[in-house]
């Protein structure tokens, strides 16, 4: 007859294995100080000692090496975490393989309407993009896995804005410059809330004007094994080829239906 594992193994387990030798306790202090920048954009070394729980001199450690080794930076005793970090998001999403269970829906709405399609997720006051099907280069400047744009001036920013907690809104509208890229750029804050319950209403977004002039980008939200919005795949265009009603008619649909084909296939969720 085996014998029975004690209730409480797990836990002894875990505690026998954080006092053995094979526990790097600094690695742990390291990861907990990257935690304590969680909706905060900067830190003191006391504040994040509080939020990490840790003693002062071991968190001034921590973010000096963080600093040298290029994740995070500072200025005026107050520390941020640089983009270097997100390579540390990537490579959980390429664990993941989220480009492989994207690419293939993104190229098929990319041939299917002869546009650029790419996934986003939004990270602070911007969005990123970790997937992406290139056609025409329609922007100034050309777009990869990585890049970034401000939120308020995408429609996968506008969608991912949209679906945000109140409080989470909130700390969006605090840290965000609301910078104009163009003479019809949004950068009303009371306007934009405005336009984000249309967006949840209909369950899409669409951007005109908003990050270079003649740009009209829609976009469309992905969901993880718990329902909740994590991505958005969106297909920009360009009115000089493409009137709006085409882009509500024809690419909405498609853009509908492709992210909802990868919120099928992502067995996984996106930790934000």
């Not at 909706?39 to 939020?51: D, H, K, M, Q």
């Not at 100034?140 to 949209?162: D, F, I, Q």
């Not at 209403?201 to 993880?224: T, Y």
Request: with cysteine; hydrophobic share 40%.
């Amino acid at each position: 007859m085996p014998n029975k594992i004690p209730e409480n193994s797990n836990e002894e387990s875990k505690d026998n294995f954080e006092t053995s030798g094979d526990f790097l306790k600094t690695l742990a202090r390291g990861l907990m100080v990257i935690k304590s920048f969680q909706n905060s954009p900067s830190l003191t070394i006391s504040e994040a000692a509080v939020r990490s729980g840790l003693a002062r001199p071991v968190t001034r450690r921590v973010l000096l090496t963080l600093e040298h080794l290029g994740y995070a930076t500072s200025k005026d005793g107050r520390f941020s975490l640089t983009t270097k970090i997100l390579s540390l998001g990537y490579s959980y999403l390429s664990s993941h393989n989220i480009w492989e269970i994207a690419q293939p829906y993104l190229k098929k709405l990319s041939n299917q309407i002869d546009e650029s399609s790419s996934l986003s997720i939004l990270d602070h006051t911007d969005v990123v993009y970790v997937a992406r099907v290139s056609v025409n280069k329609i922007m100034k400047s050309s777009l990869e896995v990585g890049s970034r744009l401000p939120a308020h001036t995408t429609s996968p920013g506008r969608l991912l804005l949209a679906y945000l907690p109140e409080h989470k809104l909130d700390d969006y509208f605090e840290q965000a410059e609301l910078k104009a890229f163009t003479k019809k750029t949004n950068t009303s804050e009371a306007h934009i809330r405005e336009e984000l319950k249309i967006i949840r209403e209909n369950g899409w977004a669409l951007c005109q004007d908003q990050l270079e002039l003649g740009l009209i980008s829609v976009a469309a939200p992905v969901r993880d094994i718990r329902g909740e919005i994590v991505a958005a795949v969106n297909c920009p265009t360009h009115a000089g080829r493409v009137d709006m009603n085409k882009v509500i008619n024809e690419y909405l649909p498609l853009v509908l239906e492709t992210a909802e084909k990868i919120s099928s296939n992502i067995e996984f969720e996106i930790v934000q």
